[in-house]
């Protein structure tokens, strides 16, 4: 037993599987209690949902339909929901981090979530405890929508501003076609201005994300305590391999441009 203990401490790449596994496990078995508990509650069609809890007061159809939404999206049964449920604690929902159903009701609903923004992201996903919070959230929005139709093509025009990613992308294409003309024409110093064009708001890019990231950790930390990291340890698992992952391309990146810039090897 000690061989094996000591084993497993000198191998990292073992002691990451047996963790990736054991939150894995973890999730697995959060995910199929939540699924057994609504299962033993009475089920309701669409039809009938809505009108047994939200007929009258206006969110009926936006409850069917964020029910729908909301079940695609957790991979899960939701005849047994009521609208007091409580999208974490009792739905395992994850609504602090769950970006991908945002994104899903932005495409089901034709609703903009704001979800690139991080503070209004934030501010949005602490105010949503229950299944009727959700689903008045998604009215909201939805009666937002519905007052500012008449200025759809100023609100058109706001939108089309360029956000960070788009300055990557455009960055991205203008570098590599500098870089095919470097080519044709056969001028070094044009490919490294190319190159650069391309990779450098990439390597800004990615800080940025990384600064964001530790700074909502950080808050996080402040206000929930270290116990925080360890309520969902799959999350920060992937986490912590997307921010090495990022911060190694980083690297990678400044290497190559200080390379061409200043002959390094």
């Given amino acids: 037993m000690l061989r094996f203990f000591y084993s497993l401490m000198s191998s990292p790449a073992l002691l990451i599987a047996i963790v990736v596994v054991a939150s894995l496990a973890i999730g697995t078995m959060r995910h199929w209690l939540t699924a057994a ?23 009926e159809s936006a409850a069917v339909r964020t029910r729908r939404v909301l079940a695609e999206n957790l991979e899960t049964d939701l005849g ?60 909201r929005k939805l009666d937002e929508r519905s007052s500012t139709r008449d200025d759809s093509r100023a609100t058109v025009s706001g939108d089309s501003r360029l956000d960070w990613l788009d300055v990557i992308g ?26 650069t064009v391309a990779f450098l708001p990439i390597i800004i890019g990615i800080a940025r ?44 990146f400044s290497r190559v441009l200080f390379s061409l810039y200043f002959g390094g090897e």
Avoid: H
């Avoid at 508990?37 to 969110?59: I, T, V």
């Avoid at 974490?88 to 903009?112: G, H």
């Avoid at 024409?185 to 190159?195: A, E, I, N, R, S």
């Fill in 80 to 139: 047994g929901i009521r609208p007091d449920d409580k999208l974490d604690d009792d739905l395992n929902a994850q609504i602090s981090t769950n970006v991908n159903l945002f994104w899903q009701l932005e495409e089901e609903f034709r609703i903009d979530c704001q979800v690139e923004d991080l503070d209004v992201f934030e501010k949005t996903t602490s105010q949503l405890v229950t299944f009727s919070d959700l689903v008045s959230y998604v009215q």
């Fill in 209 to 252: 994300e990384v600064f964001q990231a530790l700074s909502e950790m950080t808050r996080n930390i402040r206000t929930n305590g270290f116990g925080v990291l360890l309520r969902e340890p799959l999350s920060l698992v992937i986490w912590l391999a997307v921010f090495i992952s990022f911060l190694l391309i980083a690297i990678w």
């Fill in 37 to 59: 508990r609504l299962r033993d509650r009475q089920q309701f069609a669409d039809e009938e949902f809505g009108k047994a809890f939200f007929a009258g007061d206006g969110r």
């Fill in 170 to 195: 455009y960055s991205w294409f203008t570098g590599i076609a500098v870089c095919v003309a470097s080519s044709i024409f056969d001028v070094d110093w044009l490919m490294t201005v190319g190159l």
